[in-house]
């Protein structure tokens, strides 16, 4: 089986300033990872994930993600917020060895981040 | 190149109705999805699809039905509508699996039901 949790429902940034969303896994095996971004009345965006190699992932706009096998996970970056990033942030995690032919992606409760002007 | 699209984007409906949620997607996918999202559960895939002509259960596929007589089309059937049904439905796409592309969904715009 395989399950994610993004402990923080709400995380407020002054814009400028780092930001950070939190989640963490749990996989049988070895974990593919992914943030996804929905904007309001919008469908998801994919933003980035980790299948295998540097723990330092980059995806679209200027965020990137730290991968962390002993801890579990697989917090969102940004090092300067903009208003801009304000949005509704899920994680999802995909166990290789399980779900079949579906891919299933399980994701998070998510974590609304508010960038403050 | 409109990518993943759903019809329609609101609709109420009463306790017993039935009714068809259409998805379309014309980036050549094989792999389609049906997910339902409700307040602080995040999405619960309900049904998806491999490919053309086969269909499979989720994590929550009680209550709803699904066809994939074309390639580009996903159709999310309720026969008998309950308030429990009351959620925003999203429809996505995804790339034949290979690890390069894995886990890339891309998704519609969303339908947001009410059963009353």
């Known amino acids: 089986a395989q399950s994610v949790a993004q402990p923080e429902d709400q995380v407020n940034v002054a814009e400028g300033n780092p930001l950070t969303v939190k989640c963490t896994y749990s996989v049988s095996g070895n974990p593919y990872l992914f943030w996804y971004v929905q904007y309001p009345n919008r469908g998801l965006q994919f933003l980035l994930k980790y299948i295998t190699g540097d723990n330092l992932v980059k995806g679209s706009y200027g965020f990137e993600a730290e991968f962390n096998k002993s801890q579990t996970s697989f917090h969102l970056k940004k090092p300067s917020a903009l208003v801009s990033d304000s949005a509704l942030y899920f994680c999802?995690?995909?166990?290789?060895?399980?779900?079949?032919?579906?891919?299933?992606?399980?994701f998070g409760s998510g974590t609304q981040l508010t960038v403050l002007p | 190149n409109a990518g993943v699209t759903q019809t329609p984007k609101f609709r109420v409906l009463k306790t017993g109705q039935s009714m068809t949620l259409l998805c379309a997607q014309d980036?050549?996918?094989?792999?389609m999805y049906w997910y339902r999202q409700d307040p602080g559960m995040g999405l619960r895939l309900i049904h998806y699809s491999v490919g053309e002509g086969t269909t499979a259960k989720g994590e929550v596929p009680d209550g709803y039905n699904v066809s994939r007589l074309k390639k580009q089309n996903f159709l999310l059937g309720l026969e008998s509508a309950a308030p429990s049904q009351t959620s925003v439905y999203f429809c996505?796409?995804?790339?034949?699996?290979?690890?390069?592309?894995?886990?890339?969904?891309?998704f519609g715009p969303g339908t947001r039901l009410t059963v009353t």
């Open positions: 996505a796409s995804s790339y034949l699996s290979r690890d390069f592309y894995d886990g890339e969904q891309y």
């Open positions: 999802a995690v995909r166990d290789p060895l399980w779900g079949g032919s579906a891919r299933q992606l399980t």
């Open positions: 980036m050549n996918h094989e792999y």
